[in-house]
């Protein structure tokens, strides 16, 4: 089945650092990924649509200059969350569609947990 | 925007059957999904159904779409203590790739 791989599972660094996360799609190429974050106990939210090729997609009140993504290849996109402070702290979800298969559902990487001290 | 509502919560006896209701408003929805979360996890897919479709059964595993309600079940027959989780309902709307989900669904499986 398809596989989407996220890397880090879990990240812990200082206020101000700039931090990547990378998701790849590991055996079917994607043109869209998109990013999510989750609150605890709360749902996921759309942060952003990641065009392979193009600009991201953000939604309403995503900082594009706080979260920047990359998707420079069908199969990896990447997150930076840039200058992080403890409220950047959340579950960061990515998720992929497969290109050959308009019809197959997205799917998810294991997600990152990012803490920032 | 569009909306998806599910219960929080929902306990079970192990061995069981669990169901787990969701409803949705966008009336243009193409397809529905159910997804598994464990914690400290990603989500996992369980099932999707088809919007044209009334029923999809998986082994353990029936969706059950009401689209006349715009009301989805996932009923998991024979419920083991594997499946405490969180269950999210999900939504992709007509022309668009992106998922719009439920709040999740915690189940407690009792042994």
């Known amino acids: 089945g398809a596989v989407v791989s996220q890397h880090p599972s879990w990240v812990i660094c200082k206020s101000g650092t700039s931090v990547k996360i990378e998701c790849r799609s590991l055996?079917?190429?994607?043109?869209?990924m998109f990013w999510y974050r989750q609150f605890p106990k709360q749902s996921l939210m759309l942060m952003a649509t990641?065009?392979?090729?193009?600009?991201?997609?953000?939604e309403q009140g995503v900082e594009k200059d706080k979260f920047l993504i990359n998707h420079a290849s069908l199969t990896l996109s990447t997150l930076t969350v840039t200058s992080a402070h403890p409220e950047d702290s959340s579950f960061y979800i990515c998720?992929?569609?497969?290109?050959?298969?308009?019809?197959?559902?997205?799917?998810f990487g294991d997600g990152t947990r990012l803490s920032i001290l | 925007g569009e909306d998806v509502e599910q219960s929080l919560f929902l306990s079970v006896r192990e061995g069981d059957s669990s169901v787990i209701n969701c409803t949705y408003t966008?009336?243009?929805?193409?397809?529905l999904y159910w997804y598994k979360q464990e914690p400290g996890a990603g989500l996992q897919l369980l099932t999707y159904?088809?919007?044209?479709?009334d029923m999809k059964q998986d082994q353990r595993l029936t969706v059950l779409l009401n689209k006349k309600d715009k009301h989805l079940s996932l009923r998991i027959a024979d419920t083991q203590t594997g499946d405490s989780a969180i269950y999210f309902c999900?939504?992709?709307?007509?022309?668009?790739?992106?998922?719009?989900f439920g709040k999740g669904t915690k189940l407690s499986v009792i042994p």
């Open positions: 998720s992929a569609r497969d290109w050959g298969n308009s019809n197959q559902p997205q799917h």
């Open positions: 055996d079917f190429q994607a043109t869209t």
């Open positions: 990641s065009n392979e090729g193009s600009k991201a997609t953000y």
């Open positions: 966008d009336s243009s929805s193409t397809y």
């Open positions: 159904i088809f919007s044209n479709m």
């Open positions: 999900a939504e992709r709307g007509a022309g668009s790739y992106q998922l719009t």
